[in-house]
């Protein structure tokens, strides 16, 4: 029922909104892309487990809204009739990657985290092959969906990576404007992956990363798909991408109008008191909160002419559980270009689903202006802990981190990795989120054979981390696992080994001496034999973690 009324309020195009550029108006060089900064940070923030909220709004097909609009896959995907349930066979995507400046953070990232104008529906199996690779041209495809390619990069791309992620040519275009709306968003981020970016000029993007995306750009012109999305992320989040609005504004930056002065945008702001943002009959959806927590959501209120100060109420159905910050709000600071970042929090005190309406009244203007809140509260989580699994694809360069999916309901999962030098010394101590609860591996590509990596991994869900998981371990030799808790014996035989165990055995993975894995087994049982090529291997279970050395003649 909410979703149905949801997808009709967003179903109006938009148009921009007077005066709403007004500040990039007459600026050229660093100068310009700061007010680009500033103009994009002013939105509203969502929790990211709202996300799915939105894109039947931002990334729908134009002939069936039921239908995902994939810029990642040619396969048929169709929205959730849940509200804010996820597509099965879908992530989240972040076209910009998340690692790249460490995904989550408390002081940094947070916005980027969850920002609309670079997060997309993608197939999954496009998402775990695409990773955090940097954009560009493949010369050598190691995957290949028909949309999705990655791969080897042409001379001088990659940055340093030795694969890259090439998007159809429908939508390199696409990407290209997103990477430069990124690189003015959040101009300010420290970068852990710099193949695209670097934090040492105020361009942000490095040279190979500019010419690549100014090409795409100029032959992938802006569609009309990038134009109704740019409107949609707009009712959604109240900001937009300037790139799509003004397809030369990346000349004047990064590009062969770089030093002039823009002139774009500049509305004369006439005639009565305007309310720009929220824009009229927004639905914002906090998403799922566990009882006993609160959520806090920032609606940006700008206004044009505004006469006196503002009144803000909440008011109707679930009123009570939801609060606005203040009740009046400054003409001055309203109308000013920064505009007012109003916060409303959701305190649920019953289970269930929740609705309000926010208004915004006075300050001159001819009626008032009202947006939807909406928000569901669930029971607290009760998170069992997870099994981490030993990595696979271990090289001297990188390795994949696996555990098993909980049966528990997840948001995402947490992959807590440490690495220490060879006297046991701590380098580094960082946590890695997933996308989402359906993930249940995680490369890492800065492995060092002379140094120990460890990881275990928690579940998340609303707020709540599940106990850590057993602890894997990755040393010198490549080779993974923790103590053993379970006999088991091997018999070596012509081609192969005999398994000899008191009870059937499940998950066993068989490692080269290189670490990669050549053979999974869902369960083998007492005197079962495993037929390899000659070699030397290393066999471990779920439930005999120690690992075992095979000997095949």
């Not at 996300?51 to 994939?70: A, E, G, N």
């Not at 900001?239 to 609005?245: A, E, G, T, V, Y």
């Not at 990346?250 to 509305?267: L, S």
């Not at 591996?441 to 998340?460: C, G, K, L, W």
Request: charged share 20%.
């Amino acid at each position: 029922m909410l979703f149905s009324a949801i997808s009709v309020v967003f179903a109006a195009i938009a148009d921009v909104p007077v005066g709403y550029y007004n500040t990039l108006s007459g600026k050229s060089g660093q100068a310009l892309k700061n007010a680009i900064h500033d103009l994009a940070i002013q939105r509203t923030v969502h929790s990211y487990g709202s996300l799915w909220t939105y894109f039947p709004q931002t990334d729908c097909m134009p002939d069936d809204p039921r239908r995902v609009w994939d810029m990642y896959s040619n396969y048929t995907y169709y929205f959730s009739s849940r509200l804010g349930s996820s597509t099965s066979g879908m992530n989240k995507e972040h076209a910009l990657p998340k690692s790249w400046w460490g995904g989550y953070n408390e002081n940094q990232g947070y916005i980027a985290y969850t920002d609309l104008n670079h997060l997309y529906p993608s197939d999954a199996n496009a998402n775990s092959a695409k990773l955090h690779y940097p954009l560009g041209e493949v010369s050598r495809t190691n995957f290949d969906n028909g949309v999705t390619k990655t791969g080897t990069p042409k001379t001088g791309q990659g940055g340093g990576s030795s694969v890259v992620f090439e998007p159809d040519d429908r939508y390199k275009g696409d990407f290209a404007r997103t990477y430069f709306y990124m690189a003015a968003a959040y101009q300010d981020y420290q970068w852990k992956y710099t193949w695209m970016m670097t934090g040492n000029t105020w361009l942000t993007l490095n040279q190979w990363s500019i010419d690549l995306l100014l090409r795409w750009a100029r032959e992938d012109p802006v569609s009309d798909k990038e134009k109704a999305r740019n409107d949609a992320v707009y009712r959604c989040q109240n900001n937009r991408n300037p790139f799509i609005d003004f397809p030369d504004l990346m000349e004047y930056i990064w590009g062969n109008r770089a030093g002039e002065v823009f002139t774009g945008g500049n509305d004369v702001i006439t005639g009565p008191p305007e309310l720009i943002s929220p824009v009229q009959d927004t639905e914002v959806y906090f998403g799922e909160v566990a009882l006993g927590k609160t959520l806090s959501i920032t609606v940006y209120v700008k206004g044009h002419n505004l006469t006196s100060n503002l009144t803000v109420t909440i008011y109707r159905d679930d009123a009570t559980m939801f609060k606005s910050a203040v009740s009046s709000i400054d003409r001055q600071t309203a109308n000013s270009a920064q505009g007012y970042p109003l916060t409303v929090t959701y305190t649920p005190t019953e289970l269930g689903d929740h609705k309000t309406r926010l208004v915004i009244s006075d300050g001159g203007l001819t009626g008032s202006f009202g947006m939807g809140l909406n928000a569901s509260c669930r029971a607290v989580p009760n998170l069992h802990a997870v099994t981490a699994l030993p990595a696979e694809e271990i090289t001297d360069s990188s390795y994949i981190a696996s555990w098993r999916a909980t049966s528990d309901e997840v948001d995402y999962y947490v992959v807590n990795r440490t690495i220490y030098d060879k006297l046991g010394n701590v380098i580094d101590s960082e946590a890695f989120t997933t996308d989402d609860g359906q993930q249940t591996t995680m490369e890492f590509t800065d492995r060092n054979p002379a140094h120990i990596h460890t990881y275990n991994v928690q579940s998340y869900r609303l707020g709540y981390l599940s106990p850590e998981s057993n602890v894997i371990t990755i040393d010198q030799s490549g080779i993974t696992g923790v103590e053993a808790d379970r006999p088991l014996a091997l018999l070596m035989s012509a081609g192969g080994v005999v398994v000899k165990c008191g009870e059937p055995l499940e998950d066993v993975v068989i490692y080269n001496t290189r670490g990669q894995v050549v053979r999974r087994i869902d369960e083998v049982r007492n005197d079962d034999t495993i037929t390899l090529p000659s070699g030397i291997y290393i066999l471990t279970t779920r439930s005999s973690h120690q690992a075992y050395k095979v000997v095949v003649f």
